[in-house]
């Protein structure tokens, strides 16, 4: 159960690679435009956004190479399960990150899809800048130092 307060949030599917790959210099809160056999798909927690990203065509945001499996009760209804979904964002942070993207040369990742406390589909976007391998491993080293420090911690006391 959540703390009161919290924003009650479902996670659907994760990017955890995301953070490894690539520095977030800021995230975002989009919506999703979807079909109700993906949304029933979604609630049933089979998605995955591992290696999509999104990208601008036509002055709209839109999410490629995200997987929704067909939902099995829809049969001749169901949807295409790597089809282009739409994102919903205000203007203003669209047209922020179209700049950031044409001008930084900066990627637009996906971290997460998760249902809000409304009840509606939601996915977190990063504004990203991919790692070098240099900073991976130092990203792994922090990684292995902090694991390596807490069993220590553990087994000490």
């Given at each position: 159960?959540?703390k ?40 049933e ?46 203007r ?41 391998l ?20 553990r087994?000490?006391?």
């Amino acid at each position: 159960m959540a703390k009161p307060g919290t924003p009650a949030r479902k996670i659907v599917a994760e990017n955890r690679k995301a953070r490894f790959n690539y520095e977030i210099v800021d995230t975002f809160e989009a919506g999703l435009v979807l079909t109700g056999t993906e949304v029933k798909s979604l609630r049933e927690g089979k998605a995955n956004i591992a290696e999509s990203y999104a990208t601008e065509e036509g002055g709209e945001l839109w999410l490629i190479n995200s997987y929704v499996p067909e939902y099995l009760q829809a049969n001749r209804f169901n949807h295409e399960t790597r089809r282009r979904r739409k994102l919903l964002l205000h203007r203003k942070e669209v047209d922020r990150l179209f700049a950031s993207v044409n001008r930084e040369g900066m990627t637009l990742v996906p971290l997460k899809v998760y249902f809000n406390d409304q009840g509606r589909a939601k996915l977190e976007l990063a504004l990203a800048r991919g790692k070098k391998l240099h900073d991976k491993r130092e990203t792994q080293k922090q990684r292995d130092w902090q694991r390596q420090k807490s069993r220590l911690l553990r087994d000490h006391s």
